[in-house]
């Protein structure tokens, strides 16, 4: 483990700090901290960096309320840059983006990745904007019951394939419900983080659950 009078900070006391999601790997921000504003972090288990433009510390979310609890912390090769990996809650940047990071430069088509948050965030679009012509305009003008019915149309259709033993289709299906849920989500207000911890928390309960287990 490496230790922080072992890390190398600037000639102002700073380090780069790059910023990662530990669920979606996603590069949220670039930012400094000094000795003091890592041990805060450390201490506190939540991002806490030192604002180069005020010229303050800055506890990540407080005033926003959108903090970062800290999983990892690792120094790269020459222990000049830090990688600090959060479970965040709320978005990343003080524009509202989940990252930062938002402006492409160049973007090879073939290489953009597909995520669930990119998707929930288009239908969270949808909503506030209703598009005609829109399909997912058309399940939000006719409400959670319709939305529901598709759930369970869909459900249903899963089913079938997997009963089929078709699995091509069996991956289409589930697609289909992926999407319906989703939209259900955005249509009571559920963020797919909120999903994530759900799952992460039985994961660790599992997980203590054979440790447990393996001590008897």
Request: glycine residues 4%.
């Amino acid at each position: 483990m490496v230790k922080i009078n072992e890390l190398k900070f600037d000639k102002d006391g700073l380090i780069p700090a790059i910023v990662t999601d530990v669920n979606t790997k996603e590069v949220l921000t670039l930012a400094y901290m000094n000795k003091e504003s890592l041990e805060i972090t450390l201490r506190e288990k939540r991002t806490c960096f030192w604002s180069r433009s005020r010229q303050e510390l800055w506890r990540k979310g407080e005033t926003s309320g959108n903090v970062q609890r800290v999983v990892s912390i690792t120094a790269d090769c020459d222990k000049d840059a830090l990688v600090v990996c959060v479970e965040k809650a709320g978005p990343a940047c003080h524009t509202g983006q989940e990252s930062c990071f938002f402006n492409p430069l160049y973007v090879e088509e073939s290489a953009k990745p597909f995520r669930l948050d990119s998707l929930y965030a288009l239908l969270l679009q949808r909503k506030a904007e209703m598009p005609q012509g829109s399909y997912t305009t058309y399940l939000f003008e006719k409400g959670t019951d319709k939305i529901l019915k598709k759930v369970g149309e869909e459900s249903t259709e899963v089913i079938i394939a997997g009963k089929a033993n078709d699995k091509a289709e069996t991956i289409y299906e589930i697609a289909d419900l992926t999407y319906h849920v989703l939209v259900l989500m955005a249509q009571m207000g559920i963020t797919v983080d909120e999903v994530r911890n759900e799952l992460a928390s039985r994961h660790i309960i599992d997980h203590k659950v054979k440790q447990e287990k393996m001590t008897k």
